[in-house]
């Protein structure tokens, strides 16, 4: 860590000298220079300023033991113990790290009346599952599965933890990483391990402008959230293996002052993460109006439409149909991209489908170095086309 320090009797000008940082981080406060949060330590306050007048000062850093923490460890997100999808995806990835340092995988499962499906864990290679079987747990508090989290590191000591990005996980993973003064990283899109156990964890940064490699050198656990669709999920085993370890706590730690008076299940509705095609519309569309067209494209293909972020903010689409990682993260079979560009942001939500198809008039798309089939030509001539394609192998007129 590192620090300024204002010497006062140094600056002469003080308005002069708050000029010269560009991120405004510099306030004058009852005629004295003062540093907010909105520093960046560029450090050109040091080196443009006054001699003397700003000093930049770096703290020693209390380095942790990393050998007396081991394993990955992956929070089982469920709702009445059915496991969400992106648990078993996290497993599999917690698997791939662990192997590259020797490491067990552990699991975390949190709830009431969950001994049964706990057995399913042992189906997708973890060592340990860590189970917390309590009426206390029988609805999603944030103390008291804090209290259980916090539990659980203490005496296991994993030295990553993963945690999917669901409506529970952003809630429960940056109140455990505040517990223990650690980094937490949201929405990864790439996970990695070094062989002293630091996780690297990559995550597109400056609005999707460039992938930023994070790590967490000096404390343990490590923490980052990954969203559901962004990693491979394993196969199902046959044959369970490793073991239940179950885990109780003192009645006192898992008392809340919330009470959940009850549970409302929403209505399922299609969703674009389950869709097997979906047809992205981009800038390339002209006008709102003419989102029937690929509507139309999506229906011959049984599949589902979606946009990227300007046509969301534009109120063309609902925000449940927005794809990247602003929006939701997907995995179609096929997706058909008529008219994106390809930002970064956008690409990081949807790379992994299997098949990518770019329609886009201009050819330096940087879609196209994502896409497998790449048309560049006019949207509005290109899907027509499609679509009378399309209905001639099916026998379907239009």
């Not at 306030?27 to 306050?45: I, P, R, S």
């Not at 073991?243 to 730690?253: A, D, L, Q, T």
């Not at 919330?258 to 969703?271: A, G, H, N």
């Not at 993460?273 to 006008?287: F, H, M, N, W």
């Amino acid at each position: 860590m590192a620090k300024l320090v204002v010497h006062q009797d140094k600056i002469e000008n003080i308005d002069e000298f708050i000029k010269i940082c560009p991120f405004g981080a510099l306030e004058n406060k009852d005629g004295k220079v003062e540093v907010t949060a909105a520093c960046k330590m560029c450090k050109l306050c040091v080196r443009k300023g006054p001699k003397g007048a700003m000093e930049y000062i770096e703290e020693e850093v209390q380095k942790i033991d990393k050998s007396q923490w081991k394993g990955i460890a992956v929070y089982v997100d469920h709702v009445d113990g059915d496991i969400h999808p992106v648990t078993y995806e996290l497993l599999g990835k917690a698997r791939e790290l662990a192997r590259k340092i020797s490491q067990p995988v552990y699991a975390l499962f949190m709830g009431s009346k969950i001994e049964g499906q706990s057995h399913e864990l042992l189906h997708y290679g973890v060592d340990k599952v860590y189970l917390y079987d309590d009426p206390a747990l029988e609805r999603f508090k944030i103390e008291t599965y804090a209290s259980a989290f916090e539990d659980f590191i203490n005496r296991v000591k994993p030295t990553a933890i993963l945690v999917g990005a669901t409506t529970v996980g952003r809630q429960l993973a940056p109140r455990v990483a505040a517990r223990f003064r650690t980094g937490l990283t949201a929405d990864c899109t790439v996970l990695d391990m070094q062989e002293n156990t630091d996780l690297v964890q990559i995550r597109p940064a400056f609005g999707g402008n460039i992938m930023a490699q994070i790590l967490t050198p000096n404390t343990r656990p490590q923490m980052a959230t990954v969203r559901y669709k962004v990693m491979n999920a394993p196969k199902r085993l046959a044959e369970e293996s490793g073991e239940i370890v179950p885990c109780s706590m003192e009645p006192e730690k898992l008392k809340s002052r919330v009470e959940v008076l009850d549970v409302v299940p929403l209505k399922k509705e299609k969703t674009i993460e389950e869709a097997d095609v979906l047809i992205v519309a981009g800038r390339g569309v002209k006008k709102q109006e003419d989102l029937q067209m690929l509507r139309e494209l999506a229906d011959l293909l049984d599949g589902e439409i979606a946009a990227t972020r300007p046509l969301i903010e534009a109120g063309w689409m609902d925000a449940k149909r927005q794809v990247g990682l602003s929006g939701r993260t997907v995995r179609p079979k096929i997706i058909i991209t008529c008219g994106v560009s390809g930002a970064i942001q956008f690409v990081a939500g949807m790379d992994h489908s299997d098949v990518i198809v770019s329609i886009n008039k201009d050819p330096k798309a940087g879609i196209f170095k994502t896409a497998n089939y790449g048309l560049v030509g006019d949207l509005y001539e290109i899907i027509p086309k499609l679509m009378e394609d399309i209905r001639a192998a099916k026998g379907v007129h239009a």
